[in-house]
């Protein structure tokens, strides 16, 4: 079987085992102004000119104290790249890794309406906003009949009739979302629990151009078909006829909540985003339910990209299915996520098969740990896992020592916070550079369900909280 075959099987299964599993308005008060982002991201990583969200006139991010909650703290995120249909392994032609395919003419949203689930990692806020993303867009999309709601169950288009809350921006129903911006809605009251899903709805009026999104979801999600306009208040979801495995324009969503220290960024590349896992069971969900259970209230965000690298020497041009770099994206994806307190640095193995060395890879590691301290974030970084795959240009002769070695130089620094110990977690207890059959996917690259507890496991959670939880004390 080609390796474009064996993908698409997987995936056809993934979406399967997904299908099979499928089992009055408030007050709109205290509205704060929205923020947009309207300066694109450059491509060198560089701060944009105009201060974004969470920033200071001098640009440059203010994480909360170990004595003072931020004002705003992200509870669920998804790092936005593309445009669709760019996804994990584009590189091998046709639908490979596109579960469910959606109509979008021309590979632009038109005329119709979307509705995303979640499941953020921290609740019990005061206040929700949630961010929309433009990041890939050539032209400026309009978002129409913004809602969010509680979702009746995982994977279903049905929401709670009640709880159906319109979003506003700086006052208004829609917004103008200029080429490589991100919206931020203005505050609204909003009440769910950890653990509940949530839906948000939205039109996108005319014609989008090219879309960002976040390809794979792991869950489901829902859109309309072209043409089909604004039904964000369908509360048996029927309008939304088309399933997805993606999340669409949906970048974020921040809370208020008092008495939490800050958030967690979790920055990685396919083991992070959560490849072969359903339903929200991803490392940094397991994290989530570990703070949950040490009555630590951080929320987590999950910045993972399928096939990310650190170095932008690992990713061509022709390459833009695996996203930014992290050495790029840094700035937006960790350093201006609301509320950010520390970060988990968990990538690198995609390097090592694009032909970096340990040394260049740990130089890019360095950089984003520089930029983390200075900004005063609290920094783990994580070992790399073992893995033995073929289908994925390991070349365990040349590129095992760079991997051995790149552990080697993590497991020495000395002015991190913490270190997450992967590799030795997942690790075969008989032969420790090999892979442990038991927490590994059929590929042996990627965790299993169990591997993905083993990996929340290993991250040092005294190093990402501060006092009285933790010891992070930048």
Same mark, same amino acid.
């Given at each position: 079987m080609?390796?474009?075959?064996w993908?698409?099987?997987?995936? /056809?299964?993934?979406?399967?085992t997904?299908?099979?599993?499928?089992?009055?308005?408030?007050?709109?008060t205290?509205?704060?102004?929205?923020?947009?982002?309207?300066?694109?991201?450059?491509?060198?990583?560089?701060?944009p000119?105009?201060?974004?969200?969470?920033?200071?006139?001098?640009?440059?991010?203010?994480?909360?104290?170990?004595?003072?909650?931020?004002?705003?703290?992200?509870?669920?995120?998804?790092?936005?790249y593309?445009?669709?249909?760019?996804?994990?392994?584009?590189?091998?032609?046709? +639908?490979?890794?596109?579960? /469910?395919?959606?109509?979008l003419?021309?590979?632009?949203?038109?005329?119709?309406?979307?509705?995303?689930?979640?499941q953020?990692?921290?609740g +019990?806020?005061e206040?929700?906003?949630?961010?929309?993303?433009?990041?890939?867009?050539?032209q400026?999309?309009?978002f129409?009949?913004?809602?969010?709601?509680?979702s009746?169950?995982?994977n279903?288009?049905?929401?709670?009739?009640?709880?159906?809350?319109?979003?506003?921006?700086?006052g208004?129903?829609?917004?103008?979302?200029?080429?490589?911006?991100?919206?931020?809605?203005?505050?609204?009251?909003?009440?769910?629990?950890?653990g509940?899903?949530? &839906?948000?709805?939205?039109? #996108?009026?005319?014609?989008?151009?090219?879309?960002t999104?976040?390809?794979?979801?792991y869950?489901?999600?829902? /859109?309309?078909?072209?043409?089909?306009?604004?039904?964000?208040?369908?509360?048996?979801?029927?309008?939304?006829?088309?399933?997805s495995?993606?999340?669409?324009?949906?970048?974020?969503?921040?809370?208020?909540?008092?008495?939490?220290?800050?958030?967690?960024?979790?920055?990685? +590349?396919?083991?992070t985003?959560?490849?072969?896992?359903?339903?929200?069971?991803?490392?940094?969900?397991?994290? &989530?339910?570990?703070?949950?259970?040490?009555?630590?209230?951080?929320?987590?965000?999950?910045?993972?990209?399928?096939?990310?690298? #650190?170095?932008?020497?690992?990713?061509?041009? &022709?390459?833009?299915?695996?996203?930014?770099?992290?050495?790029?994206?840094?700035?937006?994806? #960790?350093?201006?996520?609301?509320?950010?307190?520390?970060?988990?640095?968990?990538?690198?193995?995609? %390097?090592?098969?694009?032909?970096?060395?340990?040394?260049?890879?740990?130089?890019?590691?360095?950089?984003?740990v520089?930029?983390?301290?200075?900004?005063?974030l609290?920094?783990?970084?994580?070992?790399?896992?073992?893995r033995?795959?073929?289908?994925?240009?390991?070349?365990?002769?040349?590129?095992?020592p760079?991997?051995?070695?790149?552990?080697? /130089?993590?497991?020495?620094?000395? %002015?991190?916070?913490?270190?997450?110990?992967? %590799?030795?977690?997942?690790g075969?207890?008989?032969?420790?550079?090999?892979?442990?059959?038991?927490?590994?996917?059929?590929?042996?690259?990627?965790?299993?369900a169990?591997?993905?507890?083993?990996?929340?496991?290993?991250v040092?959670? %005294?190093?990402?909280?501060?006092?009285?939880?933790?010891?992070?004390?930048?």
């Amino acid at each position: 079987m080609s390796v474009s075959e064996w993908f698409r099987v997987s995936v /056809l299964s993934l979406c399967a085992t997904a299908l099979l599993a499928c089992s009055g308005p408030r007050d709109i008060t205290d509205r704060q102004p929205s923020s947009l982002v309207e300066t694109p991201m450059p491509d060198d990583g560089a701060e944009p000119d105009a201060p974004s969200v969470d920033e200071p006139d001098d640009g440059q991010p203010v994480p909360p104290t170990s004595q003072t909650s931020p004002e705003w703290l992200g509870a669920w995120s998804a790092a936005p790249y593309g445009p669709y249909p760019l996804k994990p392994l584009t590189a091998l032609g046709g +639908d490979v890794a596109t579960p /469910l395919p959606s109509v979008l003419i021309n590979n632009r949203a038109s005329n119709q309406s979307f509705r995303m689930i979640v499941q953020p990692t921290l609740g +019990d806020g005061e206040r929700l906003r949630v961010r929309l993303s433009n990041l890939m867009g050539e032209q400026p999309v309009r978002f129409e009949s913004v809602h969010v709601a509680r979702s009746l169950a995982q994977n279903t288009p049905a929401i709670e009739a009640a709880s159906n809350t319109p979003l506003y921006f700086d006052g208004e129903s829609g917004v103008t979302v200029a080429p490589g911006a991100e919206a931020v809605s203005d505050a609204v009251p909003f009440v769910y629990q950890t653990g509940d899903h949530l &839906a948000v709805s939205f039109h #996108v009026s005319g014609q989008s151009g090219a879309i960002t999104w976040h390809a794979i979801s792991y869950g489901l999600n829902y /859109l309309t078909l072209p043409g089909v306009g604004d039904v964000t208040g369908d509360i048996s979801g029927a309008s939304f006829t088309q399933p997805s495995m993606g999340w669409f324009f949906l970048s974020g969503i921040d809370i208020k909540r008092s008495g939490s220290p800050g958030s967690i960024v979790a920055l990685g +590349d396919s083991i992070t985003d959560g490849a072969f896992t359903l339903f929200n069971s991803r490392w940094t969900d397991h994290l &989530a339910d570990r703070l949950a259970a040490a009555a630590i209230p951080m929320g987590v965000m999950n910045q993972g990209i399928n096939s990310n690298t #650190v170095t932008a020497e690992a990713t061509t041009e &022709a390459q833009a299915f695996k996203g930014a770099p992290a050495v790029l994206r840094f700035d937006r994806d #960790v350093l201006q996520r609301a509320g950010v307190r520390s970060v988990v640095i968990f990538e690198g193995t995609n %390097d090592l098969t694009a032909g970096q060395s340990a040394e260049q890879i740990f130089a890019g590691i360095r950089s984003l740990v520089a930029r983390a301290h200075e900004a005063g974030l609290c920094v783990v970084v994580g070992t790399l896992t073992p893995r033995a795959d073929v289908l994925y240009n390991w070349d365990a002769q040349t590129m095992e020592p760079q991997r051995q070695r790149l552990n080697a /130089l993590i497991r020495a620094q000395d %002015d991190v916070e913490g270190i997450a110990d992967f %590799d030795l977690a997942l690790g075969r207890a008989s032969d420790p550079a090999k892979p442990a059959l038991g927490l590994y996917s059929l590929d042996l690259l990627h965790p299993n369900a169990q591997g993905m507890k083993a990996i929340a496991e290993a991250v040092p959670l %005294d190093a990402l909280a501060p006092p009285p939880f933790g010891n992070c004390a930048r």
